[in-house]
Structure formats: C-alpha cells, structure tokens
C-alpha cells in the first residue's frame, strides 16, 4: 500500500490488487491491520489504533481506499458514502470498445450473494436496485481501451457488471467475461480519483492514487 494522504481524522491509501480492505473468511491480512499498524509505528501510539473502514474495493482492484482515523469521522465519512457526497472516478482497460465514446449507463442490478456475482438488467426486476454510471473512453492502444468511471450509484460489482453487460468486460475479469486472466490475478480496474468536502475541517480533499507498475497501465498513465 502507499499512503496518498493524512490527516488527525482521515487517511487514504493507495491499494495493490490482491489486498482485501477488511477481513475475510479467507483470514488473510486485511489492508486494515496494515494501516493500523503504520499508525502506531509513525505515531508512536500505545494500545489499540481506532481505524473505521468506510467502504470497500474489491479484492482484484487496485487503487484509493477512505479510512477514518477517528469516530467522529467515521459517522460523517459513513453519511456523506450515503448521501453521494463523495465523488469517486475509476479507470478501467478492456479490450473492446464502447459503441459510442462517452455516455450514461442505466441499468436494473440484482447481486447473487452465492455466487458473488452481479447481475444487470435493462428494466426494473425483483430485488434489482438501479445503478447509474458516466464513462468516458480516454485512450486507445492497438489492442486495448482505458475508459474513466464516473460512479452516481455504489452497487457490488457495478462497474464490472454494466462494463461487461454492454460487452466491453474489463481485462483479465473471468468473473464478467473477460476471455483470459492477469497474470497477477488483478483485473484492469483502478480507483483513480477520489474528492469530497473533509467532514471536520470542511476544505476540499482531492486524491489521485499513482497507476500500477505493469506495462499496460503505464502505456496508458
């Protein structure tokens, strides 16, 4: 992890693929505990460090994670994720290209808690909730695509899901359709930019987490 900014109240950091925000019945160690235990180190902390997780990236995504140092933070951080009050753009690299080059996706998701899937559906079904989103294709190589994400809605898997429903699934995503893994188990998925008003001190946060390492993402960032 890289730490991109902190605060007496708030820290974000800048996950790699493959690290789990909080714990798991897998009962590896979560980014959480990792945080925590840097809090204590530069800050020469006894005891236990509070650290409030206030919401979460998938396992396989890379890129800016929110964690509210203190309690006060936390509930407010909690609200404004509620509210729609944080702006959260992503990057993501598929191999197929939209139809048109920037545009509104609408969809109907229903989550399968089974299979940890989502699932999207063009009209309203039962259990659906609606997830809304802007993309917008930024970047062309000779194979591939980078399309920035603007998220109005927080669904499980919502990116992956309406990418991959349009037909543009997200490289190396075998979940959605993606024809082949990443070698390193990542999918091409980066939670690029994250700005919100800070809910104690009331001045503007804006965050960008750095663009991973391999040759793709680097072509592109």
């Not at 180190?41 to 995504?61: C, E, I, Q, S, W």
């Not at 989550?111 to 940890?116: D, G, L, Y």
Request: proline share 5%; aromatic share 8%.
């Amino acid at each position: 992890m890289q730490v991109v900014y902190e605060d007496n109240h708030i820290i974000i950091v800048s996950k790699e693929s493959g690290e789990i925000v909080q714990g798991d019945k897998t009962g590896d160690r979560p980014l959480s505990e990792t945080v925590k235990e840097y809090i204590k180190a530069k800050y020469n902390k006894p005891g236990n460090v509070f650290l409030g997780v206030v919401h979460r990236l998938d396992r396989p995504v890379a890129g800016l994670v929110v964690f509210a140092r203190t309690s006060k933070a936390l509930t407010r951080l909690n609200e404004m994720f509620r509210k729609g009050e944080v702006n959260k753009t992503y990057w993501a690299i598929t191999a197929n290209c939209p139809q048109t080059l920037e545009g509104d996706l609408e969809h109907w998701i229903v989550r399968n808690e089974r299979q940890n899937k989502s699932y999207a559906y063009e009209k309203e079904v039962p259990n659906a909730k609606k997830a809304k989103l802007h993309y917008k294709v930024l970047d062309h190589s000779e194979r591939y695509h980078l399309i920035e994400i603007k998220l109005f809605t927080g669904r499980h898997h919502q990116i992956r899901c309406q990418l991959a429903h349009i037909g543009c699934p997200i490289k190396g995503d075998l979940k959605y359709g993606a024809p082949r893994s990443n070698p390193d188990g990542s999918i091409s998925l980066l939670s690029r930019h994250i700005s919100f008003i800070h809910p104690v001190s009331k001045q503007p946060v804006s965050v960008v987490a750095p663009v991973p390492a391999d040759k793709l993402w680097q072509s592109f960032g």
